[in-house]
């Protein structure tokens, strides 16, 4: 029954089929596992960095011994949304403990992917995530039963991998929504040791940015002091902390502050043009 407020769920439903309308043939979870990459230079020199992503090579038959979907291309890791699980989140979660062995990484959404055609099964939703997770928890990953491979790319070698359905445009908006979110938010903390260098930080920096305050460590160390989601680490003296861990001098460590899961967009309203 109507009253003047709502119409009766039970009511409506009474003339409601669903075969009416074309719904989706399934739900998937996609994750694209970014860590960092570092590669020692020279002595007393801060590595260089290069952004990767994991992926897994899709195995070409199924457990059952057919063959499978986009077998022998490299792919995001990912599965289905079980209906029982709390949605799209709670699988990418479970997937990305599945893959890494080890929860409680940084997931951050990246966008719905529903266009027809873009799976061979049917029409198949995507609801993509990007995860930051430490390289030393992927550097022996091995590949899981429906993989023949796992390894990790920089972006480059990705883009010139045979990639399954159209794994290709979620690692492409991934990447500018990770590289957007190092300059914007403090994502750059999942990226870094906890307590770091000027020059760590400088490094993973000008991966995405080729402003004048990441080109030397001592512009950037000018500017640290005045950041308020970074503070300097001291000991119970209060005097700074220090480490020689990639100069010949043992220089300050910093860190982000508890309480920094923020963002920092700049209005284009305050921006000079």
Do not use: C
Request: aromatic share 10%; proline share 5%.
């Amino acid at each position: 029954m109507q009253n003047e407020e709502h119409v009766n769920a039970a009511d409506a439903l009474k003339n409601y089929n669903s075969k009416d309308y074309v719904t989706p043939d399934g739900y998937t979870a996609d994750i694209v596992v970014f860590t960092v990459a570092s590669k020692k230079i020279r002595q007393f020199q801060a590595p260089s960095m290069e952004l990767k992503i994991l992926l897994i090579k899709r195995g070409f038959t199924t457990k059952e011994g057919n063959p499978n979907i986009e077998g022998g291309k490299w792919a995001l890791p990912g599965g289905f949304v079980d209906y029982r699980e709390n949605g799209a989140l709670a699988a990418s979660k479970r997937e990305l403990l599945e893959e890494t062995g080890v929860g409680g990484f940084h997931l951050q959404h990246v966008g719905f992917y529903d266009t027809p055609g873009r799976d061979p099964r049917g029409w198949i939703i995507s609801n993509s995530f990007y995860a930051v997770v430490p390289e030393e928890v992927l550097r022996n990953k091995k590949a899981d039963d429906d993989a023949i491979e796992v390894d990790l790319f920089t972006m480059e070698e990705a883009m010139n991998l045979p990639l399954a359905f159209d794994h290709r445009n979620i690692i492409e908006d991934a990447s500018r929504a990770v590289k957007k979110a190092i300059l914007e938010t403090t994502v750059a903390k999942y990226f870094l040791p906890k307590h770091f260098t000027v020059s760590e930080l400088r490094s993973l920096l000008s991966l995405v940015t080729n402003e004048p305050l990441v080109k030397t460590d001592s512009a950037l160390s000018r500017k640290i002091n005045q950041l308020p989601f970074i503070e300097l680490v001291t000991d119970d003296d209060g005097q700074p902390i220090k480490e020689a861990r990639h100069s010949k001098q043992p220089t300050r460590l910093y860190r982000f502050k508890d309480r920094s899961d923020q963002d920092f967009v700049r209005s284009i309203y305050s921006s000079s043009y």
